[in-house]
């Protein structure tokens, strides 16, 4: 009796449960009249978007992938530099009126925005109230409120973009000497934080769409997961990391900080995190790599920054070639200058010496060596043209196509190097007419490589962004507009009581990333959009192209060496050996005179179509390659008279010799010839 009793009481509590969840849950026909791009649960109140129509999906007729792709932002940037230098978050739990607020020190009127005050030259004043008036941000000029609130990021997503590098961003001095803050200034500490909330931002949508996985913002961490995201329709989230010491790899008075193990560590931890593609030095001299200056009142408050991490103001030198770095210049930064100790001051720059003297340090090829063993891109914006110089010459020693410039820091004499490795370069988010111009000088080398365009928006990045060109400007964006696609119709976007237009606010924020393009559009015509929608296709070749590099076999080493001459020391060896031993602390050093010879003895016939020089200051600058099956026989395969130090990499018809000679004609200085290594592979 008692066990029907429990039976039948059971049975009345699942009838009951069966009625309440059909009562609660969507039926099959209300799930399908939702469409697939829409949230199920939104938070309220919450952001406009501004846009219908569905985002397109798929893939091209040949199965490229299709959209924009912003290779530069940064979504968690309020994170960074003590977690108070840029106001407001991305997203919030609590709600839209909790991520869209001023910085506490902000009230009532910003007179405590100091860094507005520094980077701006106005007083900081303004209304700090975000959420739902808006009344002063943000704003294209305004470098310390939020831009990238995850329904602006909807937006631009919406209108086409389907490629987002979320840079994660830190700087210590800055964070040291900037007066809020509410947390550590440790780099890494920061970089770490970022990574994991950009993370949680993605569970944050997802749980708009019924659970992970479900959202449009995708984090992927190689271009195969990229492609299918993109062909989804959703937009593919990468992570990179710039910042000024990373693994903790300063520099104080010239003495690095750090050493191999912590860039091993440090790759390895980034690489764990999903980091797929970073800068190695950012703003400051590290113990990796020499940095492209910055200019003006920025560049002296940048160059007190140097000093104050590193104990040394930048140097400069007279350039060697055409790429030169930006000048530095006199004007002054009293806000900045300020911080520097008594009797310390900034030096004066000549002006026909452009050019950082600090390169690409050992450590800082061994770091770039360690991106290529993980497949990683690296950022060449922000390093100086010697720096640059020596990460391109690896790059094409090795035929390794992962290199990137973002958004226009690199000098733009390097772009047909990058694409000729293959790499993607994307231009700042300029000003319509600023970007058209740039976009229609570079387009001969894109049509002669065949890849497409992007944008680098530095959103949260303290740059600027386009002012409005003004509602009486030639052809204004008119709203409501359609998408690039054709698919989708966007038109003005409303935060709250605040409605935008780009004609009049300019792009106050990601959300009118679309709305830029369209000025783009009607600016420049659809040739040059046709170009950026290529971009995320082009993006993901240099990504894929670079997950399937894989390092050639040096041929030569451990191989018999010998020379025409060796140059004696009592403390070391200058054997020719050392220029096949595979270590690149050791060299091979000749006699001092211009007809000299190094030979190796490969072991077997090979089919050899490359050859690298890896030269230590005494160089040669008329040389030639020669090969030879029996030792007796030579043909010369390769020859220049302009050799300029260096790495150098001769490619050749792939030509069967087990012998190879490097014939030495003339001299690039008073010492003799010296080589680290020699690199010897087929083709």
């Given amino acids: 009796m008692t066990t029907y009793r429990t039976r039948r009481h059971l049975g009345v509590v699942m009838l009951l449960l069966l009625v309440l969840a059909a009562l609660l849950l969507p039926t099959p026909s209300s799930a399908a009249d939702r469409d697939w791009w829409d949230p199920a649960d939104r938070p309220a109140p919450d952001s406009g978007i501004g846009v219908t129509g569905e985002p ?40 839209i009126a909790d991520a869209l607020k001023d910085c506490p020190e902000h009230y009532p009127d910003g007179s405590l925005a100091v860094f507005d005050f520094i980077t701006g030259g106005g007083d900081g004043r303004h209304d700090p109230v975000g959420w739902p008036s808006f009344a002063d941000w943000p704003a294209h000029d305004s470098l310390t409120h939020q831009q990238n609130y995850y329904a602006w990021i909807e937006r631009a997503w919406r209108g086409g973009q389907r490629v987002l590098v979320n840079d994660l961003v830190t700087n210590g001095v800055i964070c040291s000497v900037y007066f809020f803050k509410d947390r550590g200034c440790d780099e890494m500490t920061s970089i770490r934080l970022q990574a994991k909330l950009t993370y949680d931002m993605q569970a944050y949508i997802d749980g708009m ?65 999903g980091v797929r593609s970073m800068f190695l030095c950012h703003k400051f001299d590290n113990a990796l790599c020499g940095v492209r200056f910055d200019s003006g009142a920025l560049g002296t408050a940048i160059n007190v920054g140097q000093f104050l991490s590193t104990g040394t103001f930048w140097r400069t030198e007279k350039c060697t070639g055409p790429q030169a770095d930006n000048p530095i210049g006199p004007t002054a930064a009293p806000g900045a200058e300020k911080e520097l100790p008594e009797g310390v001051e900034v030096p004066a720059y000549a002006e026909d010496a452009r050019c950082n003297v600090r390169g690409l340090t050992g450590l800082g090829e061994y770091a770039v060596r360690g991106m ?31 290199v990137l410039s973002s958004h226009s820091w690199m000098d733009l004499n390097w772009t047909e190097r990058l694409y000729g490795l293959g790499g993607f370069a994307a231009q700042y988010m300029n000003g319509s007419e600023h970007f058209v111009a740039e976009a229609r000088r570079t387009e001969p080398l894109r049509d002669k490589y065949g890849v497409g365009y992007g944008y680098g ?53 990601y959300g009118l990333v679309p709305d830029w393009i369209e000025d783009i559009r009607r600016v420049g015509g659809q040739d040059v959009v046709d170009d950026l929608f290529r971009g995320a296709e082009s993006y993901l070749d240099t ?18 060496a010998t020379a025409s001459s060796t140059e004696w020391n009592p403390f070391t060896s200058y054997a020719p050996g050392r220029a096949v031993d595979g270590d690149r602390s050791t060299r091979w050093a000749g006699d001092w005179s211009d007809d000299e010879w190094l030979r190796i003895d490969l072991g077997d016939t090979h089919r050899v179509g490359r050859v690298t020089l890896d030269w230590e200051r005494a160089y040669g600058t008329s040389y030639r390659i020669e090969l030879s099956a029996d030792g007796t026989d ?45 690199g010897v592979q087929g083709q």
């Avoid at 968690?76 to 991305?90: D, H, K, P, Q, T």
């Avoid at 891109?377 to 990460?391: F, N, P, Q, Y």
Wanted: charged share 25%.
């Fill in 372 to 402: 290529m063993k993980r497949n990683m891109m690296l950022e060449i914006d922000h390093m100086s043209v010697k720096a640059t110089g020596r990460v391109l010459d690896i790059f094409e020693a090795e035929s390794y196509p992962g």
């Fill in 56 to 95: 397109f999906k798929g893939t091209g007729p040949h199965g490229e992938v299709r959209g924009f792709v912003d290779a530069h932002n940064h979504i968690m940037s309020n994170e960074a530099f003590g977690g108070r230098l840029i106001c407001g978050r991305a997203f919030s739990e609590k709600g």
């Fill in 209 to 273: 769409y019924g659970g992970p996985g479900k959202g449009w913002f995708r984090i992927v961490t190689d271009s195969a997961q990229a492609r299918d995201v993109i062909a989804q329709g959703k937009l593919a989230v990468v992570l990179g990391v710039e910042t000024s010491e990373p693994f903790g790899c300063k520099q104080v008075l010239d003495i690095a900080q750090c050493d191999r193990a912590d860039i091993d560590a440090g790759l390895d931890e980034l690489y764990a995190l």
């Fill in 457 to 509: 928006t530095d959103m949260n990045g303290v740059g600027g962004w386009p002012a409005p060109r003004g509602a009486d400007a030639p052809d204004p964006v008119t709203y409501p507009f359609r998408s690039a696609d054709g698919g989708s119709v966007l038109d003005r976007q409303t935060t709250g009581e605040r409605t935008w237009d780009l004609n009049t606010d300019g792009a106050a924020h």
């Fill in 634 to 678: 030579w043909r010369t395969v390769w020859s220049t008279t302009s050799g300029d130090g260096g790495l150098d990499t001769a490619v050749f018809t792939p030509t069967p010799a087990r012998h190879l000679r490097v014939h030495f004609l003339g001299r690039g200085t008073q010492w003799g010839y010296s080589l680290y290594e020699v």
């Fill in 543 to 560: 990504w894929g192209a670079s997950e399937r590099h894989r390092a050639g076999v040096n041929l030569a080493d451990g191989a018999r």
